[in-house]
């Protein structure tokens, strides 16, 4: 009996101390995550330049273009709820990769690393070639089969590309380092 007491009074501080720190408690951040949509969902970029100033890119800017679309497949990483990783395929939209590249003056970058909110999954950033970066096919995405925010992301932003195999789609960009 003492024993279930000590691990209710554990899990009563764990909560405590997670709601001192976010001034909520697990179950309201894990509502408020879920009524994100496509319409309300806002994003901005952390862009580092080498040899120049860094800068940030936002969805405001991105949705000045058309919306482009590609088809990529990915792979979710394995989960408690899920120990089994899953590729699959979607439907991506956002804006052209090489607009976005022209948005922040560098429409002839040679190369791109982009890195990943999960860094205990993710140790190395996504290195993306000139031909990569510049594809019809390759795009910065907010919006996963016409209706979703990208899936399993904290940033709600991702590199997606047609031309990429299922370890090339990053679905959760912390930032992009640009390499002219």
């Given at each position: ?9 554990l ?33 901005s ?26 088809y ?8 408690a709820?899920?120990p ?29 690393s ?25 795009i ?8 979703e ?32």
């Amino acid at each position: 009996m003492k024993k279930t007491i000590a691990v209710l009074l554990l899990i009563a501080l764990s909560l405590a101390v997670f709601s001192g720190c976010t001034s909520k408690t697990p179950d309201v951040v894990a509502s408020e995550a879920a009524n994100v949509t496509v319409e309300s969902v806002t994003w901005s970029i952390p862009v580092e330049i080498d040899g120049a100033d860094a800068t940030t890119y936002t969805i405001e800017q991105a949705k000045a273009h058309d919306l482009a679309k590609t088809y990529a497949s990915f792979r979710y990483m394995a989960t408690a709820d899920n120990p089994t990783p899953q590729v699959t395929t979607a439907i991506f939209e956002g804006v052209l990769f090489r607009e976005f590249l022209a948005d922040i003056g560098y429409p002839e970058a040679q190369a791109v690393s982009i890195y990943h909110t999960n860094t205990s999954y993710y140790k190395e950033p996504f290195e993306f070639d000139y031909d990569m970066i510049h594809s019809d096919n390759s795009i910065l995405a907010w919006i996963q089969n016409k209706t979703e925010i990208i899936k399993n992301s904290t940033s709600y932003v991702a590199f997606a590309s047609k031309d990429g195999g299922v370890n090339d789609v990053c679905h959760s960009i912390a930032k992009i380092v640009v390499h002219p």
